[in-house]
């Protein structure tokens, strides 16, 4: 039982620092692109991430990761429609529609209101603080310290 145990917390550290990794990715493209359809390809190196390490995921962090990646790859369609019918008046109110929604997405994939001003450095914090309660990391992190601090 113990190997096991040390098994799962090596195979959730490792899936941790995989998805983070990827998350850095997202949050630098976003604020060097803005909405893009570039940010799938990402969206789906998220999934591919969760898929590998899925057996050391509980289904509250699979349902909460795939909401969070669903918002990503809604945000690079959306970006991708946009950029395919900019120069179609028929499409103006669609394009308009989706253009406010990316917006709305944006700022909630950054954990940002409409009235913050907002950085990549702030951006970057705010959506590993979004992941790590996802992934439960603050309350490991706090469990395993005060385990330490009474030993």
């Known amino acids: 039982a113990s190997h096991m145990a040390n098994t799962a917390f090596d195979k959730h550290v490792e899936f941790c620092e995989s998805y983070m990794y990827e998350i850095h990715e997202i949050v630098h493209l976003l604020f060097r692109e803005a909405d893009t359809p570039e940010v799938l390809k990402n969206a789906n190196e998220l999934y591919a991430i969760r898929k590998k390490y ?25 970006a991708h429609y946009i950029g395919k019918t900019t120069d179609e008046p028929r499409y103006a109110k669609q394009r308009s529609i989706k253009i406010d929604e990316n917006d ?8 940002i209101n409409k009235q913050d001003d907002v950085n990549e450095e702030y951006a970057v914090d705010a959506i590993k603080g979004k992941v790590r309660k996802i992934l439960g990391i603050e309350q490991r992190h706090k469990s395993n310290c005060a385990t330490w601090i009474n030993q």
């Open 54 to 78: 899925a057996v050391w995921l509980t289904d509250d962090i699979n349902k909460n990761l795939e909401i969070f990646e669903s918002a990503i790859r809604k945000l690079g369609a959306h």
């Open 104 to 111: 709305e997405l944006f700022r909630e994939i950054l954990g």
